[in-house]
């Protein structure tokens, strides 16, 4: 009997950690000395379904999952299963996984540029080979992970460049599977803020388990372990763990108490609970008794955030109306509605109101209300709130500039001094001008008369509300910048991709349920938003690949005029229509500057592809010289089978080499039905095979084989434009002889002529009488 999803999951659990932990924060653990047994535990199993995996290229290449942490989680358990499959070309491989809470992982597995101006925070990550006919199994643990959303994507080395032909090469398919198993407690001890609460651990014993809520305008968390009191003659050991647990940074505060101690929290997040583990050091049968308190630093606004003031706040804005009006914009103050919790207060920030508007999938602008810019000044901080709290926002580029106005203001010496953090602003400039908060590092900026504007990219920014603090500094004290002014002006804005990706490259929107954007880069150009160009192609090449994918389709017209001379004046056509698409599809299909479309891209793709299949239909039919009636008939309904298969799968090879099978055997059938009947071999002579067929064949040959295994994405411009000339120069030399009763070139003579007379031509030239 397979035992059940409860007893799977507690299996998982249990079973030993992988023996290389991935990180310190990421490490074997089963709650304490309780077991998942324990009745103040949960476990539950989340499943996603297996992804095929890629060679990465881009980001579309890398497969994301998305789970979702409960709250009051303890230990966290991902079981990463990777498989390949059975075929030829499988061999060993290694698999690499990225994680990230908040937001999906930026990664650089090829060693790319980012754009100027980028802060670059690369998640997570680890390597596992895949031998051949295994399937790898790998476990990653976190205790106390943070709650919400966590995202982990995975893919496979970077990719070869060859142009796999589908249908001729079967290459080996690898998949990835990820399931979580979490364990979560449901008998957590709340804290009051400035209430004692008497606690007892005895060991061996599962931690202590503790939360209290952070409400906003916080400005310090301050924890109080007092009272410690033990049954036995060993120290009073505690460890006290703040915080949840994030990948790949060191997110938690521990403190190793030895008796009483305590500490404070500067920044702590807004409107989240806290966890707060306290774990017993002492030997076995030791019983600890300790009292928790815990308490805030309030900071108050200096101006009350209410309807009013937003009122007149938009009133001012109108001068300035918000770009496509209002009907999905939303008021946001500096940090949502003021709480007043129990502890000190003091009016240390003052709030400017922002407005969010909706464009867009993942592509907001946030605009702020009153005046041109945001003044700023010593004490106290401006600060402004970017919400990209919906669980939506976390898929694109923040893009966040700062302007100082230098007209009407002195400024001095002073500079201004920014800090974008996300879940808690940073209320207060240190002696070293840290922009961090209790558990993360935020992002500064500075602006000044010297260096008056300053921009900062953030690629997939965390799901969280963002607070950006700006505040005057003075290099020789606060009393200088009692006298100088300054006025910012902030321009904050969410969009999909970084400058659309650039010149050369495109923006795509990835992904079905969480939506998310990446760039794919063309010629040669690479990095993150397609702005390095260590391999990029010059303006020359690329109008050389340009005019050589286009001009050689200039090699049909020997075919043309070979099939006008013979009186193939279906042929003739349908080269005349191959050509002409092929050159406008290659014109349009360049991955530079050297562009031209004519029309639709996937119209003149499908044009293309169906002239080059048409083109060997009825190439083949005419070398098999059937009779017209039939040979009209096969060439309409190959064109239609041919645009039918087409329009089910493009580039799949046999869908192109089906309808040419096809042809030739009914060329083959043909020219042994008259060898037969004739006793002789068919064509008959010996000049046609040998200044003719021989090499029309060996160009066809040589074409395929150029096309199916020589052609990558680097040669591509020159191997293809080879295909063009083979294949155009092979029909030229494979077209058969017009009728011997037909003179070359009568096909003008009887467009311009209006009266005929009738000739009684024989059909079958080589008939036996």
């Given at each position: 009997?397979?035992?059940?999803?409860?007893?799977?999951?507690?299996?998982?659990?249990?079973?030993?950690?992988?023996?290389?932990?991935?990180?310190?924060?990421?490490?074997?653990?089963?709650?304490?000395?309780?077991?998942?047994?324990?009745?103040?535990?949960?476990?539950?199993?989340?499943?996603?379904?297996?992804?095929?995996?890629?060679?990465?290229?881009?980001?579309?290449?890398?497969?994301?999952?998305?789970?979702?942490?409960?709250?009051?989680?303890?230990?966290?358990?991902?079981?990463?299963?990777?498989?390949?499959?059975?075929?030829?070309?499988?061999?060993?491989?290694?698999?690499?996984?990225?994680?990230?809470?908040?937001?999906?992982p930026v990664i650089n597995p090829l060693g790319t540029q980012f754009p100027a101006n980028t802060s670059v925070r690369l998640a997570y990550n680890l390597t596992t080979t895949l031998a051949t006919l295994v399937?790898?199994?790998?476990?990653?643990?976190?205790?106390?992970?943070?709650?919400?959303?966590?995202?982990?994507?995975?893919?496979?080395?970077?990719?070869?460049?060859?142009?796999?032909?589908?249908?001729?090469?079967?290459?080996?398919?690898?998949?990835?599977?990820?399931?979580?198993?979490?364990?979560?407690?449901?008998?957590?001890?709340?804290?009051?803020?400035?209430?004692?609460?008497?606690?007892?651990?005895?060991?061996?014993?599962?931690?202590?388990?503790?939360?209290?809520?952070?409400?906003?305008?916080?400005a310090a968390l301050h924890f109080e372990l007092g009272g410690c009191k033990v049954n036995t003659s060993s120290p009073c050991a505690l460890r006290v763990t703040l915080g949840s647990a994030t990948l790949p940074?060191?997110?938690?505060?521990?403190?190793?108490?030895?008796?009483?101690?305590?500490?404070?929290?500067?920044?702590?997040?807004?409107?989240?609970?806290?966890?707060?583990?306290?774990?017993?050091?002492?030997?076995?049968?030791?019983?600890?008794?300790?009292?928790?308190?815990?308490?805030?630093?309030?900071?108050?606004?200096?101006?009350?955030?209410?309807?009013?003031?937003?009122?007149?706040?938009?009133?001012?804005?109108?001068?300035?109306?918000?770009?496509?009006?209002?009907?999905?914009?939303?008021?946001?103050?500096?940090?949502?509605?003021?709480?007043?919790?129990?502890?000190?207060?003091?009016?240390?920030?003052?709030?400017?109101?922002?407005?969010?508007?909706?464009?867009?999938?993942?592509?907001?602008?946030?605009?702020?209300?009153?005046d041109v810019g945001v003044p700023v000044q010593a004490e106290p901080p401006a600060l402004l709130l970017f919400n990209l709290n919906s669980g939506m926002d976390s898929g694109g580029t923040l893009v966040l500039?700062?302007?100082?106005?230098?007209?009407?203001?002195?400024?001095?010496?002073?500079?201004?001094?920014?800090?974008?953090?996300?879940?808690?602003?940073?209320?207060?400039?240190?002696?070293?001008?840290?922009?961090?908060?209790?558990?993360?590092?935020?992002?500064?900026?500075?602006?000044?008369?010297?260096?008056?504007?300053?921009?900062?990219?953030?690629?997939?920014?965390?799901?969280?509300?963002?607070?950006?603090?700006?505040?005057?500094?003075?290099?020789?004290?606060?009393?200088?910048?009692?006298?100088?002014?300054?006025?910012?002006?902030?321009?904050?804005?969410?969009?999909?991709?970084?400058?659309?990706?650039?010149?050369?490259?495109?923006?795509?929107?990835?992904?079905?349920?969480?939506?998310?954007?990446?760039?794919?880069?063309?010629?040669?150009?690479?990095?993150?938003?397609?702005?390095?160009?260590?391999?990029?192609?010059?303006?020359?090449?690329?109008?050389?690949?340009?005019?050589?994918?286009?001009?050689?389709?200039?090699?049909?017209?020997?075919?043309?005029?070979?099939?006008?001379?013979?009186?193939?004046?279906?042929?003739?056509?349908?080269?005349?229509?191959?050509?002409?698409?092929?050159?406008?599809?290659?014109?349009?299909?360049?991955?530079?500057?050297?562009?031209?479309?004519?029309?639709?891209?996937?119209?003149?793709?499908?044009?293309?592809?169906?002239?080059?299949?048409?083109?060997?239909?009825?190439?083949?039919?005419?070398?098999?010289?059937?009779?017209?009636?039939?040979?009209?008939?096969?060439?309409?309904?190959?064109?239609?089978?041919?645009?039918?298969?087409?329009?089910?799968?493009?580039?799949?090879?046999?869908?192109?080499?089906?309808?040419?099978?096809?042809?030739?055997?009914?060329?083959?059938?043909?020219?042994?039905?008259?060898?037969?009947?004739?006793?002789?071999?068919?064509?008959?002579?010996?000049?046609?095979?040998?200044?003719?067929?021989?090499?029309?064949?060996?160009?066809?040959?040589?074409?395929?084989?150029?096309?199916?295994?020589?052609?990558?994405?680097?040669?591509?411009?020159?191997?293809?434009?080879?295909?063009?000339?083979?294949?155009?120069?092979?029909?030229?030399?494979?077209?058969?002889?017009?009728?011997?009763?037909?003179?070359?070139?009568?096909?003008?003579?009887?467009?311009?002529?209006?009266?005929?007379?009738?000739?009684?031509?024989?059909?079958?030239?080589?008939?036996?009488?």
């Open positions: 009997m397979a035992p059940g999803p409860l007893a799977l999951a507690l299996l998982v659990l249990l079973a030993p950690a992988d023996p290389s932990p991935p990180a310190e924060e990421a490490r074997s653990s089963n709650g304490g000395g309780g077991g998942p047994d324990d009745r103040s535990f949960v476990a539950e199993y989340f499943v996603q379904g297996a992804q095929k995996l890629s060679f990465y290229s881009w980001y579309a290449n890398a497969r994301l999952f998305r789970f979702r942490v409960p709250e009051d989680t303890v230990q966290l358990r991902w079981l990463l299963q990777a498989s390949q499959g059975r075929g030829p070309d499988c061999g060993s491989t290694n698999v690499t996984v990225h994680f990230r809470h908040g937001a999906p399937q790898n199994t790998t476990f990653v643990n976190v205790t106390g992970p943070a709650a919400g959303d966590w995202f982990m994507v995975a893919h496979l080395p970077k990719a070869a460049g060859k142009i796999e032909v589908k249908g001729i090469s079967t290459p080996c398919t690898y998949s990835f599977q990820p399931d979580m198993f979490v364990l979560r407690v449901i008998d957590s001890l709340i804290l009051e803020p400035d209430t004692p609460a008497q606690q007892t651990i005895a060991q061996p014993a599962r931690p202590l388990h503790a939360k209290i809520f952070v409400p906003s305008y916080s940074s060191r997110s938690q505060k521990v403190l190793n108490c030895s008796g009483d101690c305590s500490g404070v929290l500067a920044s702590p997040p807004w409107e989240k609970w806290l966890p707060i583990t306290v774990e017993s050091l002492s030997g076995p049968g030791t019983s600890i008794s300790f009292q928790l308190k815990a308490s805030f630093t309030v900071c108050k606004p200096d101006r009350a955030s209410s309807f009013l003031s937003f009122y007149h706040s938009l009133n001012r804005s109108q001068e300035a109306p918000l770009p496509g009006g209002s009907p999905n914009a939303t008021l946001l103050t500096g940090a949502g509605a003021a709480h007043n919790p129990l502890g000190q207060s003091s009016r240390c920030l003052r709030n400017q109101p922002v407005i969010r508007e909706d464009l867009d999938v993942v592509s907001l602008h946030f605009r702020v209300l009153g500039n700062l302007a100082l106005n230098q007209t009407g203001w002195s400024l001095g010496n002073a500079s201004v001094w920014a800090c974008l953090s996300a879940s808690s602003p940073v209320l207060s400039v240190n002696a070293t001008r840290g922009c961090h908060t209790a558990f993360s590092q935020g992002y500064p900026l500075n602006v000044s008369t010297s260096s008056p504007d300053a921009t900062l990219i953030i690629p997939y920014p965390e799901t969280a509300n963002w607070f950006l603090s700006l505040q005057l500094l003075c290099p020789e004290g606060v009393g200088e910048c009692d006298k100088a002014k300054a006025q910012v002006s902030v321009v904050t804005l969410l969009s999909p991709c970084f400058d659309n990706c650039g010149t050369y490259g495109q923006c795509s929107l990835l992904g079905r349920s969480y939506p998310y954007a990446g760039c794919s880069c063309k010629a040669g150009w690479s990095g993150w938003s397609c702005t390095e160009d260590t391999k990029a192609q010059p303006v020359g090449t690329q109008i050389l690949a340009t005019l050589l994918l286009t001009l050689s389709n200039l090699f049909f017209l020997p075919a043309i005029a070979v099939a006008l001379y013979h009186y193939h004046l279906v042929e003739a056509s349908v080269y005349t229509f191959n050509m002409f698409f092929s050159t406008f599809y290659h014109a349009c299909d360049q991955p530079g500057i050297a562009v031209m479309c004519i029309m639709d891209y996937d119209t003149l793709q499908f044009c293309d592809f169906f002239g080059s299949v048409v083109s060997i239909w009825v190439t083949v039919l005419c070398m098999a010289r059937l009779e017209k009636t039939l040979k009209y008939v096969l060439c309409v309904l190959g064109t239609l089978f041919i645009a039918m298969s087409l329009q089910l799968d493009r580039r799949g090879v046999w869908n192109m080499m089906g309808p040419c099978l096809v042809a030739l055997l009914i060329m083959i059938a043909a020219w042994v039905h008259r060898g037969v009947t004739r006793r002789d071999c068919y064509p008959p002579s010996w000049k046609r095979w040998a200044f003719f067929l021989c090499p029309g064949i060996t160009l066809a040959v040589v074409a395929i084989m150029v096309y199916a295994f020589i052609q990558t994405k680097e040669n591509y411009f020159y191997t293809h434009s080879i295909w063009h000339i083979l294949v155009a120069s092979s029909v030229a030399f494979l077209l058969p002889p017009g009728d011997k009763l037909q003179n070359p070139w009568d096909w003008s003579r009887k467009l311009l002529c209006r009266y005929q007379i009738c000739k009684n031509d024989r059909e079958e030239l080589y008939a036996v009488t």
